[in-house]
């Protein structure tokens, strides 16, 4: 006889494959964020690696709550070293 | 309220016309003069000491905005909101670190404007608000920067909106529930970053519209000379890029024999702005320092800056 259990599983299969898919479709829009974090803090901090900068205060003001960007920033920064390996992934090309 | 800043070359005697006319306009209304050079000697010329705002008689007050200690007290500030924010790192000490920040480019001209901003807004009790500012080029770079930082400020919050629309489709697609890490708050009012940028975006715009409005004046001083000609026409020129309002110029120091000299120099300017056009003469008495009498300036001041002008 299919107890609850059963029931329970069926349904949190046919939930999983659906967060699965939303998750799937998202996946771009995902990558697509994260990349604009780094531009914004990439903008914002540029005079670190050479690029022309805002004033600085506008730095100083919002670096306090800038904790994610930052965190994104040196993950791109570390991962840049294989651009295409990460482009593939993005795209789920295996 | 009327406000005015007086530039030009240093040494042309800004100080001088700024005091002399702040002196002039208090015999009839109240008045502030504020120095903004990073050499002070606003309390030189009225021979007293400036460590504060101080009234000098009934209706004239003087100060001098010391950049120092308004860049530390800025400085302490942010340390004081990164210390809130990563409390948990235990964070000590952190000023020995960031004291090295008030030596950054910029932030000379940050502390400048936050004292020009912190004058306008406080002072509503002086009908004139007298600014002798710093040599052209720091004076140009604080005029310009609310513009630059309303320039940077509306294309960062633009690539922030951006992001929060990002995020709220990735809301929509995947559900409350999602855990991905990477997620952003998708409400605009949840987002600190944007609601920060939004008030010091207001914050410039009202600053840029005092400074381009009808009650602030320009006044560029120079001298029947060459270089303080060629530096009045760049800082003429760069003043209407950043569209403020120039509406004085003083050809100061004139004397019998370099009046040629300041003819010539008067019709190079005329060629590059309509603005009024006015002639100081050489005062035998202020050559004599302190006590000398700044107030034996022949020229009527308080004519240039009608009371009750907005």
Redesign the interface.
Known sequence: MAGPSTLDFLRRMIADMGATQRNKVAALTVAEVAELRNIFALLLLGAFVGLPSPPTFLAVELLPLMEKELQILNRRAQDSCDMLAEMCGMLGID | MNILFFTGKGGVGKSTLAAATAWQLSQKSRVLIVSLDPAHNLGDIFGVSLKKKTSFSKRLALEEIDLKKRTKA??KR?IG??N???KYLQVLNLDNYFSV?QY????E??ALLSGIEEVIESDNEYDYVIFDTPPTGLTLRFLA?PR??IT??E??IQ??R??LE??H??HR???P??D?E???NFEEEDD??LQ??IA?GRKYRNLDAVLQGNACRIVTVFNPDQLSLREAERLILALKDLNLPLRLLVDNKITDANLPTAERVENQLRKITDASLTRVRLSDGLSGGRSSKLYEIQEDMTSWFPTGAS
């Not at chain 2, 950054?104 to 932030?107: A, E, L, R, T, V």
């Open positions: 800025y400085l942010e909101v990164l809130e924010t990563y920040l950054s480019p910029g932030i001209e940050y920067l630059v930082t940077w400020i294309r960062l690539i922030r951006t992001i990002k995020c489709t990735i697609i995947c559900g529930m999602s991905q990477t997620l952003l600190r970053v920060r940028l010091l």
